[in-house]
């Protein structure tokens, strides 16, 4: 995933944070529109998520964005 990318992540987890919580789940379509306009990079994010950190479906916004952190 390029840098750009995360950094729409970690503000899409910021919001939701914002919004419902800490303890807000998310799944990794949180980050697409409901289109398909992107499928490359909606299989790049499935494998880092399913694959790389073998998350499951719903996961906490927090932990994904330190994830993402972590990888800097």
Request: one cysteine or more; charged letters at 30%.
């Amino acid at each position: 995933m390029n840098q750009d990318f995360r950094e729409k992540m970690i503000t899409i987890c910021n919001d939701k944070i914002a919004k419902k919580g800490p303890n807000v789940g998310l799944s990794f379509y949180a980050f697409f529109s409901n289109k398909n306009d992107n499928p490359e990079l909606l299989m790049q994010v499935a494998q880092w998520w399913i694959k790389t950190h073998q998350l499951d479906h719903f996961e906490k916004a927090h932990k994904i964005k330190q994830l993402i952190l972590d990888e800097k």
